[in-house]
């Protein structure tokens, strides 16, 4: 890997079709520009988002290299490249451009080329640095993480300190600051306040460890999975229910003496499960909807005008991740946000399996190891 060479030859996990398999092949990446950094990857979670791609739900242009919530060490840094250096622990999060009316305003979330730049399968500047025999392999989220190395605009890195390991800083990227994000920066509820946390994954249960800091109390979790209701009570749920055996509606009435809880967080991406999360609300109930609820069914004058209720849709957890990943490691290191419970590390190698433990829910955040 001297200076100088035109690409460097690495593994990556590779998808070549819509719902093909992923296989670990040597692919070229070409080498950082200016404002671009080169990380070896010690670590990624997988993310729902990464199942959704390989399915193509994006309109993906394959072969592609998935993989979104990376974590490593910097090797070389393009030469305007100001907050990394050679040797700096760093996380990787979602592509932002810096200069469109939401990133100027504070509100990378919210980039208005936030689509084009995760999604379209180029990096920040319209090229993809991945290609395989001079083929062109799309990249993803700017990190395309499932591989020994990646080439990361500037903007999609966050500073990680020495003492973090860098297991538990890599799903923090996408996956645990969209749950903890609509609480903390979205909700913001007052201490003593009512939650009901709709769909306990690694999104909800982030949520849920957010909402015990805020010291919201009741703190309700809704799932069907009964080891994930056990581990939320464990990170600190008041009440547990199981959807299949108790209807959540009535039980969170029960549990709040008929008023409903003042906010709402769904993790789960069904359409149902948001509309039973709304309906758990009080009047003037806010409802943060994290998955991607495609197929949402509501009265909408019922369930939420006449009750004055407020329904938004979070991207990221309306983070900055530069200020936000800090945050939420500090709280790691601090013992009050565990989010080592949430992971299990799977070798690089064992990608289907780790992949498959997501999809099926079996695993709250699969982290594959690049090397151990
Ligand atoms: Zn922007
Ligand atoms: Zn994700």
Redesign the pocket.
């Known amino acids: 890997m001297a200076k100088g060479e035109l690409d460097l030859k690495i593994k990556a996990a590779v998808v070549h079709e819509v719902n093909g398999p992923y296989t670990i092949e040597e692919v070229d990446l070409a080498r950082p520009g200016t404002d671009e950094v080169l990380v070896k990857i010690a670590a990624s979670g997988v993310c729902h988002t990464d199942a959704a791609a390989q399915k193509g739900d994006f309109g993906n242009i394959y072969p592609i290299v998935l993989g979104h919530e990376g974590s490593g060490v910097v090797v070389e840094a393009g030469s305007s490249v100001e907050k990394f250096e050679k040797g700096d622990k760093v996380a990787m999060s979602f592509s ?9 305003s504070g509100r ?1 979330w ?5 689509y084009g730049l995760n999604f379209a399968g180029h990096g920040f500047h319209g090229g993809t640095p991945l290609s395989q025999n001079g083929k062109r392999i799309s990249n993803f989220f700017g990190q395309s993480s499932f591989a020994e190395y990646a080439v990361v605009h500037k903007n999609n890195l966050v500073p990680v300190p020495e003492s973090m390991d860098l297991q538990i800083a890599a799903p923090i990227g996408c996956g645990i600051q969209t749950g903890a994000g609509s609480v903390l920066n979205y909700l913001k509820p007052e201490p003593g306040s009512g939650i009901v946390v709709s769909g306990c994954g690694g999104v909800g249960m982030s949520a849920l460890m957010a909402a015990k800091l805020c010291g919201c109390d009741p703190i309700i979790a809704v799932d069907v999975v009964e080891s994930r209701l056990d581990l939320a009570l464990e990170l600190g749920a008041s009440h547990v229910v199981h959807a299949k055996k108790t209807e959540p509606v009535k039980a969170v009435h029960q549990a709040t003496g008929g008023k409903g809880v003042e906010y709402a967080v769904d993790g789960s991406g069904i359409g149902e499960c948001v509309r039973t999360a709304v309906n758990c609300t009080a009047p003037f109930g806010v409802i943060a909807v994290c998955g991607a609820a495609y197929d949402l069914q509501i009265n909408f004058h019922e369930e939420v005008t006449a009750m004055h209720r407020t329904l938004t849709g979070i991207i990221e957890g309306h983070s900055n991740p530069g200020l936000f990943i800090p945050q939420l490691i500090s709280y790691y290191e601090k013992g009050i946000f565990p989010i080592d419970k949430l992971i299990k590390c799977y070798d690089f190698q064992n990608i289907q399996q780790a992949v498959q433990d997501s999809i099926s829910g079996g695993v709250l955040k699969p982290v594959l190891v690049m090397e151990s």
């Open positions: 932002w451009c810096g200069e469109c009316p939401a990133c100027s990378p919210g980039c208005y080329r936030l």
